[in-house]
Structure formats: C-alpha cells, structure tokens
C-alpha cells in the first residue's frame, strides 16, 4: 500500500521488493499531476521487477488491476476489494474479486482510533474464504507469521517500510 507518509523513499522501496510482489498505489491527497507522474515512475520500476501494481482512487488507468469497494475485474484487469467483515467477504468473493485485504488485522496508524480486528476476528473473517486473504493493518513480517495459521496469500503495510 502507498501513501504520502512513504514520501521520496518510495521508488527505493519499489526497487526493492521482491519480484512478484505488488503494490496497491493510493496517494489520495497528492494534486492529480503530480500523482499521474509518481504513478508513471513507480510503474516503470515495478515493470522492470514484474511487481503487480494495482491502482486505488480515480483518475489513473494502467497498472495490472484496480482496488476499491466498486473495483471489478472486468477490461481494467485484476480487481481486489477491501474487507473489513464477513458480509464484506462475502460481498467481495460474489463480485469476483482476484483477491481481498482484510483489515485492520491490528491497531494501525493509517486509520487512526479503529480498533484491530485481532487474531480470533480475522479469523472468523477469513473463515471459508475462497479467494486469496491478504492481512492488513498493523502487519510486520512477524506479525505475518503468525497469520500463517488462518492460510493467508500474504500481507501488506506501509508503517513495515519504516514509516515514522
């Protein structure tokens, strides 16, 4: 996931992830020429290192996919949706979604006074999924072990890139 908070360090965060990993490129308050460009060069380095990009928000077409509440596969390419409960879950998999984030797994700083999911939680959520879980929210590499259990695809951060 990106944001502002990554600052000039993403492209270098970019470079290095693992190939095969992705990116979910949000940057909502960035004014919409300047996010067009970060876009682009992001973009670039993630073809070069067969990194998934997947775009959240409007305005911006390209990348592999879309993510958001109203994203569908459809001709925009792999779509994957927020998941926050299992009516959401179950909304998501109905939709097609390629994969869903579920969050927040635990307390995190982007969404400010909402309370983690927690172990027992996610996993009610996850529950029977049938499609890919990617944890969100509060993740570390740590964390994401210990999510192992409930057969996550992966997970995802912002505040693991070191973010203050």
Do not use: K
């Not at 779509?79 to 579920?102: D, K, N, Y």
């Amino acid at each position: 996931m990106t944001d502002e908070r990554l600052g000039d360090r993403l492209p270098a965060i970019v470079t290095a992830m693992p190939r095969g990993s992705g990116i979910v490129f949000r940057h909502y308050a960035t004014p919409p020429v300047e996010r067009r460009a970060l876009f682009v060069q992001i973009l670039r380095i993630a073809r070069a290192r067969r990194i998934v990009v997947l775009v959240a928000g409007p305005s911006l077409r390209g990348g592999d996919g879309v993510h958001g509440r109203s994203a569908h596969g459809s001709n925009r390419g792999m779509a994957t949706r927020p998941v926050h409960s299992v009516r959401e879950r179950i909304a998501a998999e109905r939709a097609g979604a390629a994969a869903m984030f579920v969050s927040p797994v635990f307390a995190t700083r982007s969404h400010p006074g909402a309370r983690g999911l927690g172990r027992v939680r996610f996993g009610l959520v996850v529950r029977g999924a049938r499609v890919p879980v990617i944890a969100l929210g509060g993740v570390d590499a740590r964390r994401a072990r210990g999510l192992r259990a409930f057969g996550i695809a992966g997970w995802a951060a912002i505040d693991a890139w070191g973010v203050r």
